[in-house]
């Protein structure tokens, strides 16, 4: 398997328009890059200047979601691979910090920006900064990005969401 360094591609929406994402793969394309991870940020209202408008592509908009298969697309027809950035707690362990490391694995699904820790009871959790529009995250039903806590557990050498709940 051929491995390219990859780049974390944040669309700022809704300022996403079809020929900028076009623009982007081409430029990371040319720049020997193997792909992108694709993660999307979502200024409130006070963070757009005086005057902005929230068009054309609104988060989760039909015109958001097109660009987004049409992005997937481009990738794949130039040979170059995308993650959808789901925020997810990716780990990979190994006994050293200096490695060998066994295989990435997704600890905590919509779990990103997350930290594990063990508490004075010894029960393990995950700090994690949630994003709940994206569908089907389980650590909070707020409209927008919080902290959360998620219980977690060690099933053989690697850390999981506790099944029972804490």
């Known amino acids: 398997m051929e491995r390219r360094l990859r780049a974390w591609w944040f669309w700022m929406t809704p300022k996403v328009l079809s020929e900028g994402v076009a623009k982007d793969i081409a430029a990371m394309e040319r720049a020997g890059m193997g ?5 999307t940020h979502e200024p409130s209202q006070g963070a757009l200047r005086s005057g902005e408008k929230l068009q054309p592509a609104p988060y989760n908009s039909a015109t958001y979601l097109e660009l987004r298969r ?23 362990s190994a006994a050293d910090a200096r490695g ?6 997704t600890a905590l699904t919509h779990g990103g920006h997350g930290n594990f820790f063990q508490d004075h009871t010894g029960q393990w959790w995950a700090c994690v900064f949630n994003q709940p529009s994206q569908a089907g995250s389980p650590y909070c039903s707020l409209p927008e990005c919080w902290p ?12 999981l969401p506790a099944a029972t709940g804490v």
């Open 35 to 39: 792909g992108a991870l694709m993660m």
């Open 70 to 92: 049409q992005a997937f697309n481009d990738f794949a027809t130039r040979g170059m691979q995308a993650d959808r950035g789901l925020d997810d707690a990716v780990v990979a």
């Open 100 to 105: 060998p490391y066994g295989p990435r694995y």
């Open 148 to 159: 959360a806590l998620a219980p977690m557990c060690w099933e053989g050498d690697r850390i």
